[in-house]
């Protein structure tokens, strides 16, 4: 649903615009991290309606903040994405296993497959049996 508030935790400053201005034009809220620290303290303090968060990050990674996020009994239920460059099966799983609700492997303007991911998810407070059917990647 658009007007809901999405959280992008991303370090670059190119990957980062992109998304946040497909996000803003469609009608969603957007805030910002650069950190996986930064991202853990927003998901608490705002509650996003979902989290697009990249894998490499500096500080924390992006698997380090998602552990943090599924261990916090008020960031748990939040669904967060994994945007990441890789499409390697390993990393997929290693992304789900820490408790991503989803996975996609693009970023590009040409191939925004997480866009529909993020529409799919926006408004859906993830409840422990919707975290257990999660799609591995879109």
């Not at 998901?43 to 500096?58: F, S, T, V, W």
């Not at 990441?84 to 997929?92: F, G, V």
């Amino acid at each position: 649903m658009a007007n809901e508030l999405i959280l992008i935790v991303e370090d670059n400053p190119k990957n980062l615009k992109l998304v946040r201005d497909t996000l803003q034009v469609k009608g969603y809220q957007t805030i910002e991290a650069e950190t996986g620290e930064e991202g853990v303290r927003l998901a608490h303090e705002r509650q996003p309606a979902l989290i697009l968060m990249d894998i490499q990050l500096p500080g924390i990674s992006g698997i380090d903040a998602l552990h943090r996020l599924r261990a916090d009994p008020g960031t748990r239920a939040i669904p967060v994405i994994a945007v990441t460059a890789s499409a390697m099966t390993q990393d997929t799983k290693r992304i789900m296993a820490a408790g991503s609700t989803a996975t996609t492997a693009s970023r590009s303007a040409s191939g925004n497959n997480w866009l529909p991911c993020a529409r799919s998810w926006t408004g859906h407070r993830a409840s422990p049996s919707l975290l257990d059917s999660r799609q591995p990647s879109y």
